[in-house]
């Protein structure tokens, strides 16, 4: 059965950082594109980044770039979201997604973990 | 633009169908995707390609992808269907390759 575990979420200052991890396991890791989709309170999906199945190629909304990276670790089947320069509007829900293929973004979200809160206040 | 479309809410009774509409501009000819979120749960996958059903999805769901305008039809509703839907393609212009979510629609079963 495929499962994936988020953590690292929790409650963090503006301005500060958080690591974000997703343990997958359940299927071979390194054959499909991994997603960061977060949800804020009471509101709808945000699509926050996509890596490729072996790291090569990496997309982000226009809302995290240049703040958030996403990386993997297909040894350890580790999927990370690195998270800088927090912001009130980052609290959400984050969400570890599979792809159904390999290649990063231009298809649908197949398997979803059960998310980890982040709350960005002071 | 990058945003896709929804009406905030859909009410239909049990039994009735249930349209629910995904409009962009950036639609025509791509695939769209379906996801259903109820309260306190993860989303899940209902309609991937614009109609295709994930096993466990009931035929009760289709979809269609026509002009600008995506629709997910849920037919026979029940009470069970109840929940939000979203939409979500893949943008795929080269300097803004991104995915997109719709606004969301909730769905409520009179």
């Known amino acids: 059965e495929e499962q994936l575990l988020e953590s690292g979420g929790g409650l963090v200052q503006p301005g500060g950082s958080l690591r974000l991890s997703c343990a997958a396991s359940?299927?071979?890791?390194?054959?499909?594109?991994m997603n960061w989709v977060r949800q804020a309170p009471g509101k709808g999906l945000e699509w926050v980044a996509v890596?490729?199945?072996?790291?090569?190629?990496?997309f982000y909304a226009d809302s995290v770039k240049g703040r958030f990276t996403i990386s993997r670790d297909n040894f350890k089947d580790t999927l990370s979201l690195q998270m800088y320069s927090l912001r009130a509007e980052d609290t959400a829900i984050y969400y570890c997604?599979?792809?159904?293929?390999?290649?990063?973004?231009?298809?649908?979200?197949?398997?979803w973990g059960q998310g980890t809160l982040v709350t960005v206040s002071s | 633009s990058d945003v896709l479309t929804q009406p905030p809410s859909v009410s239909v009774a049990p039994g009735e169908t249930a349209t629910i509409a995904c409009g962009g501009d950036?639609?025509?000819?791509?695939?769209v995707h379906w996801y259903q979120q109820k309260p306190g749960q993860v989303p899940v996958l209902v309609l991937y390609?614009?109609?295709d059903r994930p096993p466990g999805i009931p035929e009760r769901f289709s979809g269609s992808n026509s002009g600008n305008t995506a629709t997910l039809t849920i037919s026979r509703v029940e009470a069970g269907d109840e929940g939000d839907y979203y939409c979500?393609?893949?943008?795929?212009?080269?300097?803004?390759?991104?995915?997109?979510f719709g606004t969301g629609t909730k769905l409520t079963v009179l």
């Open positions: 997604v599979k792809s159904p293929i390999i290649t990063a973004g231009i298809d649908y979200f197949e398997h």
């Open positions: 359940g299927f071979t890791f390194s054959d499909y594109a």
């Open positions: 890596i490729s199945g072996i790291g090569d190629f990496k």
């Open positions: 950036n639609i025509r000819g791509r695939s």
């Open positions: 390609y614009s109609g």
């Open positions: 979500q393609m893949w943008d795929s212009f080269i300097d803004r390759r991104k995915n997109v």
